[in-house]
């Protein structure tokens, strides 16, 4: 089976400061992770993804992850938060469970972007 | 990438009643799933849609509350059916192509049943 948990509920940070949302994965198989955001009353946009490549990820508007098979984590960062960032973010794990492939969400974190 | 076109986008219903959701890609995908979303939650995966086959529901999803079709493989619909105000959500449609890659979503189908 395979399962994420996103360690923080909400995170708040000032403009301009960096961010930092957790995620940690459990997978029998060698994981595809990705990172999608949804802004309010929006759908869900692709940040980035891994699929056994580079370790370190880049996506867009800025973040990146870095995939660390020892930590079995896969932590979204940026460097210098946005008022724009402030939004709704989910981990994804994707493999196959009970003969099936799936994509599953972890419980997201509300980033909140302080002025 | 993959255009999802989800119908409707919201709609108000009845409790009772039942509402058919249509998911249609403007390419063909390898697979489809259908999720709901409950308010301020995350989303919880309710079935795979198998082409020409009977769909793969996960643990708490029933056929009879939740059936799905998929003639082709460019198409799904989702029906809630008897619905109650704990079926309030958004459900989406989402679609993986070869390779098994990112995931896409449709913009989802806001439901309220009263």
């Known amino acids: 089976a395979q399962s994420v948990t996103q360690l923080d509920s909400h995170v708040s940070v000032s403009e301009g400061t960096p961010v930092l949302l957790r995620c940690n994965y459990s997978?029998?198989?060698?994981?595809?992770l990705f990172w999608y955001v949804q802004h309010p009353n929006k759908g869900l946009q692709l940040l980035l993804k891994y699929t056994s490549a580079a370790t370190l990820v880049k996506g867009i508007n800025g973040f990146e992850a870095e995939f660390k098979k020892s930590e079995t984590s896969f932590h979204l960062t940026k460097p210098s938060a946005h008022m724009s960032d402030a939004a709704e973010y989910f981990c994804v794990v994707s493999g196959r469970s009970s003969g099936t492939y799936k994509y599953i969400f972890g419980t997201g974190t509300r980033l909140k972007v302080l002025a | 990438s993959a255009v999802i076109s989800q119908k409707p986008s919201r709609d108000i219903c009845q409790r009772g009643t039942s509402l058919t959701i249509q998911c249609q890609v403007d390419s063909q995908v390898t697979m489809m799933f259908w999720y709901r979303q409950q308010p301020g939650q995350s989303l919880t995966l309710i079935a795979t849609?198998?082409?020409?086959?009977?769909?793969?529901?996960e643990s708490g999803f029933v056929i009879d509350k939740f059936p799905i079709s998929r003639p082709n493989l460019t198409f799904s619909t989702l029906t809630v059916s008897n619905m109650s105000p704990e079926d309030s959500s958004i459900y989406l449609c989402s679609v993986v192509g070869a390779g098994f890659t990112e995931a896409f979503f449709g913009q989802g189908t806001r439901l309220t049943v009263v």
């Open positions: 997978s029998s198989y060698s994981p595809s």
């Open positions: 849609a198998n082409q020409g086959s009977e769909a793969t529901y």
